[in-house]
């Protein structure tokens, strides 16, 4: 496919995603940038189009057409300061509360700022006059890229109609040639709508075979409705360790916690007709390729509507709370015991197992202590586990706690600063024993945090995972650098006396050898009042090791076909 022909079908998946949000006529102004959108609007028959030369007028055109009708009314104008022209009437319908999606055709990055003609700034032009902006990638045409101008389309639309009615605004860098390929005709075979609840129960999506994924941080109120609502469809349950699934006391039955292990190799997985997905897409990694390549109906649940599915996959989405969605199903919906959830059931026995006989092999490191954390915590305590390698390993390897309690993480952006300071305030605010899992990293991006534990005497105890190096990076692509590159940019070694760290901050500290010497440390954080370390050594490759061990002993069992 060339250059052209990318071109065309991206405007044409974003022309789609427009008509599926609610546009029906657009406003035209002539210019040579917005060729391409032009002749494609042109070319739909579904849509109305109107041309108006000069951009003010054509920008109260649309105004009245959207004022009249209260729907979508899209505008289009070519680079520089034709966007400007449509100002007034942008202002206009901010004031009056009219739905327009205003397109503004653009010069690509390399032609900006660099004097080439009919180019200037057109990021934001219309300030906070709008209520959404958003500049689309250049135009590709991978599955993924196709996916992503069709949602964009229809995020616009329905963006400019949701709550307060307004103006929203979508620059589109666009590279010549311009001319699209007018033989294109390629059904666009993509599909979303937002629904509701009660339309998908009386369609029979809870009726088939499915599953559920549970993303975001969630209290252990949903968290129990989740497992809940999973038990009553026969579904297995998926979820973010951030989810509280592994941690409250609902029916666990259903939660498949190995999903990084299970999700490894997904051809042989039991068939899934719908995927019914809360919030985020969650930390695991097989389980994002799952979702990304899976041919099952994905229904996407999230009350902000702010629709987190940066896959592009989901063809229903539903403006609704966990708990409102649940409690429709739980009433709405018969009670199924499907029986191929016994298979997922083995899949979990089967992984389980793996991790358990692997641990047998390696001596106590970073993996072991995810493994037992869960069954490690007391009833009221909290744990907060930093990013990186921390919460992989607990979503990995950690088991299901038999004692409810919350866990927490800083998963909005994912960044691995602040976390001890964050830290500080849960434990400032609950007065509850906080454990915090963190990396020497992380640990050392916030040894200020550290003195808010000491100043306020709070009951936090440091689980520090100590391979003297960025060990996220030894499980990603940069591992295959030679030591001259990896080392210094990537495993970057502080060479950190973490025991003077502690009496530095006056820390009670302890180093850990083995799972005695582990449980034994717990013990004794409980009974002090103030903070401690408790410190755990090894080598970043050592969890590398572990990991692709548990991986080959589940590949085994599933080829020998191991019966439970």
Known sequence: MNKQQEMTSYLRHLIAGLKQGGVRQVVISPGSRSTPLALLVKRESDLQYFVAVDERSAGFLALGLAKSSQQPVALLCTSGTAAANFYPA???????????????????????????????????????????????????????M?????????????????????????????????????????????????????NLIAQGWFQKKGLIVLGSERSLVEAQLALTLANHLGWPIVGDPLSQLASCDGETQNYVKQADVIFEETRDLPEVEVILRFGKVPVTKNVMFYLR?????????DETQQWPDYLYRSQYLVAESLTKVAKQILQSTPKSDQPYLQAWQNLQKLASQAIDETSEQFAFHESQLAMILMKTLARGE????????????????????????????NRGVNGIDGILSTVAGLAMQTKARTYLLVGDLTLFHDMNGLQLLKSYHLPVTILLLNNNAGGIFSFLSQRSLTADDFDPLFATPLDLDFAQVAKTYELAYQKVESEADFEQAIATSRKLTGANLIELTSQAQVPVDFWQAVLSNFKEKRMKGCQL
């Not at 990021?123 to 006059?129: R, T």
């Not at 590279?175 to 666009?188: A, F, G, V």
């Open 146 to 198: 196709l996916r992503y101008s069709f949602w964009q389309g229809f995020q616009l639309a329905t963006r400019a109609m949701h709550d307060v009615k307004g103006v929203v605004h979508a620059n589109i860098p666009l590279r010549e040639p311009l001319l699209p390929d007018l033989t294109q005709n390629t059904p666009i075979d993509l599909s979303l709508a937002q629904t509701s609840t009660q």
């Open 293 to 301: 390549d899976s041919l099952a109906v994905q229904i996407l649940v």
């Open 382 to 409: 909290q744990l907060f586990v930093a990013n990186s390698n921390a919460i992989r390993l607990v979503d990995r390897l950690s088991g299901v706690s038999e004692n409810s309690f919350q866990i927490f993480g």
């Open 90 to 144: 942008i202002c206009e319908a901010e004031a009056s509360n009219v739905p327009l999606v205003v397109l503004t055709s653009d010069r690509p990055p390399e032609l900006r700022n660099i004097g080439a003609p009919q180019t200037m700034s057109q990021n934001q032009l219309y300030a906070d006059h709008v209520k959404f902006f958003v500049e689309l990638a250049l135009p590709e045409s991978t599955p993924l």
